[in-house]
Structure formats: structure tokens, C-alpha cells
């Protein structure tokens, strides 16, 4: 975390314009837009700032700032998750939560790849860190980012 909290520190500084301390929505809307090349309306940086102000000030210091980048990573994680998870399910057997040989069979072939049981154990054991013989939705996780 210090070293986000560092990460976050830099962003800070670089996001405010005008060295006050503060960044205002239209800081906010301005360094969207440069260092991410993302457009957001007046409103939408408003209802950002609006929504991490707890001084109602209607600026983000760097406290706010901070926890307003960490809130927004934590959903960008979630989301993350859920997707991995839709991916997951559609591999399991039939809510098991696990991945078995058949079943990565059965979607492989659904894919068009026909493996045998073996080829499918073979994947299987190479991220079955637990030495179970299945996928589970966190070894599923470690896979996907390998």
C-alpha cells in the first residue's frame, strides 16, 4: 500500500494544475483527458469530485483523491472478478465450482477443440496448485493471469 500510496501521491501532483492542493473538477476533467485519453463531461467529473468530497468543498485534496483512486481500483477488481467468474462457470460443472477434466472437455468441444480427458488433464494440472485433480475459481484466477 505505500507504495500505491506513493503511486497515488505523484497522480495527485500531476492532476493538480494549479499546485492549491486541491483538485477541482475541471483539473479533474482535464487530466482524465491527457493521461488517460478519456473524455468526461463537466457533470461526470462534478459527480466524481461530489461523491469523494467529505469536506464539501467541492475539491478533492489528497486524502479524498486517494481514497477516491483506491475506491475506484477496488471496482475495477470487482468487476474483473465477476467476468472471471462468468468465464468460470461456463467451464464448471454444473455449479460444482471446480473445473474437472469432463468438464473442460465438454467446453473445449463446444469451442471446437475436441481433447481428449487426458490432454484436458494435462491443462489441469498445470495451474492445479492444491493437487486436486480440479480448477478451482481461484486457481482459475492465477491461470488467467499467468
Known amino acids: 500500500m505505500v507504495a500505491a500510496t506513493a503511486e497515488f501521491r505523484r ?6 494544475r494549479d499546485a492549491d492542493g486541491k483538485i477541482s473538477a475541471a483539473e479533474l476533467r482535464l487530466c482524465m483527458k491527457a493521461a488517460l485519453g478519456e473524455d468526461m463531461s463537466a457533470e461526470e467529473a462534478e ?4 461523491s469523494a468530497d467529505t469536506d464539501d468543498d467541492g475539491l478533492l485534496d489528497e ?18 472478478c465477476r467476468g472471471l467468474m462468468e468465464a468460470f ?10 473445473i474437472t477434466p469432463a468438464s473442460l472437455k465438454r467446453m473445449l468441444s463446444k469451442l471446437g477443440s475436441h481433447q481428449g480427458i487426458e490432454e484436458c488433464q494435462t491443462m ?15 486457481e482459475f484466477k492465477i491461470m488467467m493471469d499467468a
Not at 89 to 98: A, D, N, S, V
Open 124 to 138: 489441469i494440472c498445470r495451474f492445479d496448485l492444491d493437487g486436486d485433480g480440479v480448477i478451482s475459481f481461484e
Open 11 to 16: 497522480v495527485f501532483s500531476a492532476f493538480d
Open 63 to 80: 486524502e479524498e483523491f486517494t481514497k477516491l483512486a483506491v475506491q475506484l481500483e477496488m471496482g475495477d477488481e470487482e468487476e474483473r
Open 89 to 98: 462457470r461456463m467451464y464448471e460443472m454444473e455449479g460444482e465450482g471446480r
Open 47 to 50: 459527480a466524481l469530485v461530489s
